[in-house]
Structures are given as structure tokens and as C-alpha cells.
């Protein structure tokens, strides 16, 4: 059964330092995703990872995987508090078909 | 404008009511799932289907059917069966395995 782990579970940072949230899973999963979560709304979709070794951006936003290691890492960098959200990795199983097994999720909170 | 389409937004029923949440997709998207999340929690599945008059349990089946007889839509009933049943629930698609899942606005069901 896969699992997948989500650290740290609470996250309160100031505006303009870096900081990382880290993906572990526990069997071998074809595809990594990453999630956006504002308080009341839906998800939405921040990054797909395909392959070992992907790296994908967007704006302050950085995600890998690491499939060898079981790995994905969402990395921050000089945090605004419009980043301030809840941050979910999702694993997709090598033989769960379609279904995606998400984390807790990150609550990330950005201060002044 | 295409997207996915949940209603109602907010849901009040008294207990021992079943309910029908409806979600309905114009993105010609195969794959259809129900996810269930409760505060503070991640997503976990309730059903998914990945073609028309077809459709798995996931991991929380119980208390819940589907059905799937059109590409379009994928109604959700929550029946007296399920024990607590008070929940944030969001509808997703996707256009086939290995592409991400989008996700509808959600329903927010409370049931006293």
C-alpha cells in the first residue's frame, strides 16, 4: 500500500527566506504531483513530475524527484505572503491504475 | 469555458438523508474521482472511474455509490450508512492515467 508522508506539517516563515517541504513515499510511484491548497477553496495544480531526477520552477517555486531515494521536495525561495497556503504532494503507484495517495498536506503560513 | 462544475457549493441535511452531490466536466476529460477531506486532513478517495459505466471503490467506499453514465458527470450519494458523513468533498478529472487530476470548487456537506 502506498503511503506518502509529508514534512513538516505546519511551516511559519518570514517574507524573503528560503525554506523546503519534503515528499517521502513508500513504494515505487510512477508520478509525483504538487497541490495548492487557499483556506475553503479546491486544489490547485502547482507541478507535475515525471522521471528521476525532474526538476520543474515557477516563480519562487521549485519541485524534484527523486525516485531512487523516494523523494520530492517543494523549495521555497524568498517567501511572499501570497505563498501562504496549504501544500499537498500527491504519489501516483506503479500499479494503483489512476488513483493518486496524497499527504497531509503543508500549512504554510508567510509573516511580514 | 471549460472546467469542472460542483453543486451545491454548501449542503445541509439531517441525518439519516441520503444525498446526491452533483459534479459535471466539459474538458472531454475519461477519468472521474470523488475525494473526501475533513479539516485539517488530506484527500482521501472515495470512487473513481476511468470510462463511462465503470467505476472502483477507493479507499473510503463505504456509505457511498456512484454512477457514471455519462462521460460528462459523476453524481456522488452519500447514504444514511455513512457514519459521519459532515465533510468538504471535491470532484476531479483527468484526461487519462499519468496526466494530473483538476479539481471542481467542492461541496461542503454538514449533516446534524
Known amino acids: 500500500e502506498l503511503k506518502v508522508e509529508q514534512n513538516p506539517l505546519f511551516l511559519s516563515m518570514q517574507e524573503g527566506k528560503n525554506y523546503t517541504i519534503y515528499c517521502n513515499y513508500s513504494?515505487?510511484?510512477?508520478?509525483l504531483y504538487w497541490y495548492r491548497q487557499d483556506p475553503g477553496k479546491s486544489l490547485e495544480s502547482l507541478f507535475v513530475?515525471?522521471?528521476?531526477?525532474a526538476v520543474k520552477q515557477e516563480g519562487r517555486l521549485m519541485a524534484s524527484l527523486d525516485t531512487k531515494a523516494r523523494l520530492s521536495t517543494l523549495h521555497i525561495t524568498a517567501a511572499v505572503h501570497d505563498l501562504s497556503a496549504t501544500y499537498f504532494c500527491?504519489?501516483?503507484?506503479?500499479?494503483?491504475?489512476?488513483?493518486?495517495?496524497f499527504g497531509e498536506g503543508t500549512q504554510l503560513t508567510v509573516n511580514p | 469555458d471549460g472546467g469542472i462544475t460542483q453543486s451545491p457549493k454548501y449542503l445541509f441535511r439531517k441525518e439519516g438523508q441520503n444525498v446526491t452531490l452533483s459534479c459535471e466536466q466539459n474538458l472531454n476529460h475519461d477519468a472521474m474521482y470523488w475525494y473526501r477531506q475533513d479539516p485539517g486532513q488530506g484527500l482521501r478517495l472515495i470512487y473513481y472511474s476511468q470510462i463511462v459505466n465503470d467505476f472502483q471503490k477507493g479507499d473510503i467506499a463505504e456509505g457511498y455509490s456512484v454512477s457514471r453514465e455519462k462521460k460528462e458527470s459523476f453524481p456522488l450519494t452519500v447514504t444514511s450508512a455513512q457514519k459521519n458523513p459532515t465533510a468538504f468533498y471535491l470532484c476531479a478529472s483527468s484526461p487519462a492515467r499519468y496526466y494530473e487530476q483538476y479539481f471542481g470548487p467542492g461541496t461542503r456537506l454538514t449533516v446534524t
Open positions: 513530475l515525471l522521471s528521476n531526477g
Open positions: 513504494t515505487t510511484s510512477d508520478r
Open positions: 500527491a504519489a501516483e503507484g506503479e500499479t494503483s491504475g489512476s488513483r493518486l495517495t
